[in-house]
Structures are given as C-alpha cells and as structure tokens.
C-alpha cells in the first residue's frame, strides 16, 4: 500500500488511531490522497462523553466576548494555514485551486469570524407584560447553549459548510461532534488541529470520521445524549437522519437537496445573463446545492441564447487544479460521475437535445483515471421528465422556453424542491414582482451565490428544514426561555 498521511479522529482532546480505515481518492487522476481512521460506536460514545464532560465544565461558563476571541483565534488559525487549507480541498475534491482559496477556505474563515461578532451583539426580546393583580411584569427572552450538537457535512463545499455549523455551534456555548463527509476528511483534520490550537477546552469539539448508514453518521444522529442535529447533504439522508432524531424527539436543521431554476427575461443584459447562468451551472462542476439545473429564457430570446451559452460552454477549461487556465475540475468520485452519466443517458431516453456535451473527456494522461465530466447543455424536455424534476448535481442545465411572466413562476415552482432561484431582468418592479412569488428560501436577482452571511439560508419542500444565518443560527443553536418577573 502506498506510503500516505493517516488521518485521525480528534476526540477529548486528542487524536485517534481506529483500526477500522478507509481510503480518500484523488478524483483528479483516481490515485491515494491518505488513509482515513473511521469511528465506530466505541469511539462516538467517546466523542459524545468528552463533549458531555465539556458541557458541565467551563465552556458555556466563558462570556460572549471569551467565546468570540477564541472564535477569532480559530479564524486566525485558519489564516496562517490558508495554504494547506486549499492543498487539501484540492486533493480531495480535484477543484481548481482558485475556488477553494477564493471561496472554501476564504468562507471558512469569515464564518467564524461573522460568528464571533454577531454574538457580541446580539440582543434579545423584552416586554412588559401585566401580572394577574393589575402590577407589571417583565418579559425577557434569553438563550442558553442545547448541550451537545451533532453535526453532519457533505463533500460538496467541504471546509464552507462545516464551519457554516461548527462557528454558530460554538458560538452559543454549545459542545460540537462532527463527522464531515467519507469523501473529504482532509480540510476537517485540518480545523481539528487548528481548533486544538486555538485553545478551546477539551471536549468542545470532537471530530470523527466515517460514513452515514449503520456507521458513524447514523451513530451520532441515533445517540441519546444529542441535542441537536444539524445536517447538510441529500434530501433522503436528511429524511433518514430525521426518523433517527425523532426517537430522542431532537432538534434538527436540514440544508438539502435543490433542484433550482433561474430564469431569464428578454430585458436581461445578455452578456451579463450568460456569465450568470454559466456560473450558477457549472461552478464546482455544478456541485452546489444552489446550481442552476433549470433554465426558462423568453422565446424572443431563446435561440441566441442557447448559441451564445454553448460557445462559452464549450470554452470552459477542463484541467488540473493548479492550472490556473482551469475553469472546471472533475466530479467528487467515479461513483458520482456514474450518476451524473445515468442523467446524461435518461436525459436521450426522455427525448432531449443534447446541445453540447454529455459524455466524458478524453485527456489521453492520468486524468482519464480520474472523475471528470463534460459539461453539458440540454433542451427540449417538458416539466414533467425525471431530468427536469430529481437533482442531477452535475455540471449540466436544461435551458427551456417561455412566454409570460405568470406562467414562468408556476414553472419554477412546479418542483419538489425549494432552495434557490435566480433571475435575470433589467426591470425593476418585475424583479420585485417575480422574485416575492417564487417559492424557495433564496432568490437572486441579476447575481447568483453571494450572500451576506446575517440573512438566513436554507429551503423548504425537500430542500430542508429550517434557516441557518445570521439570528436564524443564534436562534437554532441555543435552547431559548422566557423569564417572566413580576415587579
Ligand atoms: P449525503 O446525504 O450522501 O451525505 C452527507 C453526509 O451525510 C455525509 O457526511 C454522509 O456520510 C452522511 N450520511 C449519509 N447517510 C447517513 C445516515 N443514514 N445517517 C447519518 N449520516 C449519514 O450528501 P452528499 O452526497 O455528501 O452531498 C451532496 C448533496 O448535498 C446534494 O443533494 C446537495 O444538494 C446537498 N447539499 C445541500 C446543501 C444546502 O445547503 N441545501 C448544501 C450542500 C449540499
Ligand atoms: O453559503 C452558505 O452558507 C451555504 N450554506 C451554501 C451552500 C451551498 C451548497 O452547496
């Protein structure tokens, strides 16, 4: 076996060998990035004891402006590290290596340091109420940490989306166990050893390795002592992760799967519609929750429309990471790309257009061993095709006609889902008018993917349950009372 970093689970303060390992592929050519230690259920109910212990301790003792510089010091962590950060998102995931500095590692950071400000000033509900003799009461709301969050990551946005959980966890007092995803253990090993830097008690945070069913996802989600699931990844995992957590009646937060539309108007700045739409496709190779999968553009617009994206579809640049040409590197695994593959052919069966791509390249080197996939344009599909209505989470977009405002948006919003849109218009008051009748948790007008991270994120239908974000976070990651005073 070839002579690769081990990596360990980080419980109580200190780092675990497990006997039982797993191997971490580089998608980029299908070759060995490291050996991964999985948790079994000795090493989670290890993991959720030291983060019991830590709870009862000193942690939710320490006041909000101790919590918040330790939260810094984190983020600093992260700074000096930035580089080995972004070497390990690129080996894990094969994206190129100006997105993960740009936007993994450069979130990861700004979510631990938006959440150290905002609990600084964060202010609670009072009111003044009547007590039963005629005299007055006080109300006032107050937040105390859950006790212990368990939190599961996908692999999609590795580094962004576990700090997006583990920074507000921290943040109101809570004590974290986190399992990222089997695909990429690298970057939360990482945090790990940063986290234990920083200083933070042992038992505040705890990571462990390991896959979801029957193994250490579903240990922790299944544990009696959490109080609090917070999950991001794939609407039927989330529905499997919510019967687990109903049996101990926890608190969950669900960021799942979209299936997202973006929309065009005949007014659209067309070059700036076409950038959009090519960025909200393809980023990460489409592997993001909020990717645009469905496309409506206004007939007067249509077929100028569909040429112009295949050009700049078919200039995007397919290559290594470190190229810094790169536009698109491979899908996350060979498994994931045969899924992706399924779509491209079920997309033919169903009767589509294939304007562009639908296979995979051919590089004629080592990356033929790797997971890399064409992007691809469809047209030609009605609503109702699997390929219109099931996440494909590849870089791949339907693009389909429309006529009238009013039909577009029951277009939009015939689907299971409920994330994410965006819309691309010169009009005002259309942009109001659509963007309040679309019915997802995020619309975005003339932009796509940029957010201040104090609004709330997340979807309805099976793209989740709940908002996470700015208050919506605080609100979640701590067990709120009301005191009544009668004064
Ligand atoms: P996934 O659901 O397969 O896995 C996510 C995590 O859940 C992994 O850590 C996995 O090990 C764990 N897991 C799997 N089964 C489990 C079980 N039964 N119990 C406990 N844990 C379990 O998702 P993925 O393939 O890693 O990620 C891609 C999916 O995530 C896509 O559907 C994408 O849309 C979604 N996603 C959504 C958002 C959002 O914010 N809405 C963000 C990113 C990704
Ligand atoms: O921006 C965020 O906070 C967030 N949760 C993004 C999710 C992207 C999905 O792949």
């Known amino acids: 076996m070839a002579d690769v970093p081990l990596l360990r689970c980080f419980v109580d303060g200190q780092w675990l060998k497990t006997p039982e ?34 709870s009862q ?13 330790l939260l810094h010091r984190i983020a600093d962590g992260i700074e000096r590290r930035f580089d080995d950060f972004v070497q390990a998102e690129v080996m894990d995931t094969g994206r190129p290596m100006h997105q993960a500095r740009s936007l993994d590692v450069a979130r990861g950071i700004a979510n631990f340091r938006t959440f150290a400000d905002l609990i600084k000033t964060a202010s609670s509900e009072m009111f003044e109420g009547i007590a039963p003799d005629g005299g007055r009461t006080l109300n006032y709301v107050t937040r105390k940490p859950l006790g212990i969050v368990g939190i599961i990551s996908p692999w999609n946005l590795p580094l962004l989306l576990l700090t997006w959980k583990i920074a507000p966890a921290l943040a109101m007092g809570n004590c974290v166990v986190a399992k990222p995803s089997e695909e990429t253990p690298s970057s939360a090993t990482l945090l790990a050893e940063v986290i234990q830097g920083a200083g933070l008690p042992r038992g505040v945070f705890n990571l462990i390795h390991g896959f979801g069913p029957g193994a250490a996802g579903e240990f922790l989600s299944t544990h009696p002592d959490i109080a609090a699931i917070t999950f991001t990844g794939e609407s039927r995992t989330g529905s499997a992760i919510m019967k687990a957590a109903a049996e101990g009646v926890k608190e969950v937060s669900f960021e799942l799967g979209g299936k997202n539309a ?21 980023t990460n190779a489409g592997q993001v929750c909020l990717c645009s999968e469905r496309v409506y553009v206004e007939r007067p617009l249509f077929d100028r429309f569909v040429d112009r994206l295949k050009t700049r579809c078919e ?33 033919r069966e169903e009767g589509a257009r294939i304007v562009t791509g639908g296979g995979i390249p051919i590089f004629g ?21 699997r390929c219109m209505r099931e996440e494909i989470f590849g ?14 948006i029951a277009r939009v919003n015939d689907s299971d889902y409920g994330l994410a849109a965006c819309i691309w218009t010169t009009e005002l008051s259309r942009a109001h008018r ?4 679309i019915e997802t948790g995020m619309v975005w007008v003339n932009t796509w993917f940029t957010r201040d991270l104090r609004t709330p994120f997340g979807g309805g239908k099976l793209s989740g349950i709940g908002r996470e974000g700015g208050r919506y976070s605080l609100d979640f990651y701590s067990d709120i009372s009301t005191i009544c005073i009668k004064i």
Request: glycine content about 4%.
């Open 21 to 54: 390992r797993f191997a971490n592929i580089n998608p980029v050519n299908g070759q060995l990035v490291n050996q991964v230690c999985a948790a079994d259920t000795s090493v989670v109910q290890r993991a959720v004891e030291a983060a019991n212990r830590a």
């Open 57 to 69: 301790d000193t942690w939710k003792t320490l006041n909000v402006n101790e919590r918040a510089a």
């Open 365 to 385: 080197d080592e990356r033929d061993q790797g997971a890399y996939v064409q992007p691809t344009i469809l047209t030609g599909l009605p609503d109702s095709a």
């Open 315 to 347: 200039e995007l640049v397919l290559s290594y990471p470190d190229d810094p040409d790169v536009d698109m590197g491979p899908l996350i695994s060979q498994q994931h790309r045969d899924k992706v593959l399924s779509y491209y052919q079920l997309a």
């Open 434 to 437: 659509v963007a309040g009748q």
């Open 395 to 408: 870089p791949v977009c339907h693009v389909a006609p429309f006529d009238t405002e009013a039909e577009v």
């Open 262 to 282: 973006a929309v065009v108007f005949a007014d659209a700045d067309f070059e700036a519609a076409i950038s959009g739409i090519m960025r909200s496709s393809f």
